[in-house]
């Protein structure tokens, strides 16, 4: 399912009533080679088995103390008193290490706080400095099944299946840290991004296994206008993205594999009615003007467990969950020159 990009001459007052009649571009047929095969190699089980490890990870896990986050004294009923992320890190790191792929970390200091990005990556063979990243937040507030195990499951999958193929461009696999309290490790990467290097795209995970198809499941935000059932991904673009948008949205066509309903951001989507577009690790590429895009289910407007303790595995959907890793896989590729 598809609406209009949000217009830049209308700064974002309202969507467009009418389809802009300009034909998407072409897709390039000699990247498409080798991707449905891509698509089948995405594993429904391996997701949902990777999810309950985030969780269980998670769980395991001390919670940071909220009294930093300003919450005095400590509240149980506050998310912000069960953010934990140290676990979660160290499972998605030691999960990259497995795969052969190389490996960093980005670190930055806020006094006696330490925030740590992982980061693998694939090289690519014939243009390693054009870079197409993916990446999703790694910290939660309490399970965080959803929001976002289910991002990090994806990126863990997607290195697994990328890791024994070949691609023209570098394919950048990131776990951003604190997302929860403002997009904070993604912010600091965005900033320290090495100058010799370009993002030709970044497709953000966050949120992407809550479906429901009773009526009235989807929720909105003026002057946004969802579909009332909450069975679609949705799919965020700033303006330097709307190519990508376009390729991913016949991608999607071509693949058939998830209904899925696309925006496209004026400028850098920092406009006063498209602050509700801000709210992931999408953000900063955006404010940066990097091409980026957001694969979201919507979160709050639709799942009633999201940063509530019931965000659990139990609740999520693992087929709608896994053809969103699929579409994930199949547009990586493509933008990354197709799989060698």
Known sequence: MRVPALLPALLAAALSSSC???PPPALDEARLDGLPELATSVDTARLMATVNAVVAS????????????????PSPSNPLC????????????????ELGLTLTEHVSRDGDLEVVNVVAEKRGTRSPHEV?????HYDALHAGADDNATGVAAVLELARVFSTRSFDRTVRFVGFDLEELGSV???????DQAQDEHIVVALILDSIGYRSTSPGSQRSVPPLSFPATADFI????NAPASQQLDELWELHQRMDLTR?????APGNGNGPLTGDLLRSDHAPFWLAGTPALLLNDS?????????????????LDPAFFSDVVRLSAVSLAYWAGGVR
Do not use: I, W
Not at 62 to 67: N, Q
């Open 260 to 264: 899925m309903m696309t925006l496209g």
């Open 234 to 237: 949705l799919a965020l673009a």
């Open 185 to 191: 490790g993604s912010t600091r990467y965005v900033a």
């Open 132 to 136: 197409v990243l993916v990446g999703a």
């Open 58 to 73: 998670h769980r395991a896990d001390t919670p940071m103390d909220c009294a930093r986050f300003g919450v005095t004294p």
């Open 299 to 315: 979160a709050d407007l639709r799942s009633p467990h999201s940063h509530q303790r019931t965000d659990t595995p139990e609740t």
């Open 20 to 22: 802009d009649s300009t």
């Open 82 to 97: 069960h953010l934990t992320r140290e676990k979660a890190r160290a499972y998605l790191r030691n999960q990259l290490a």
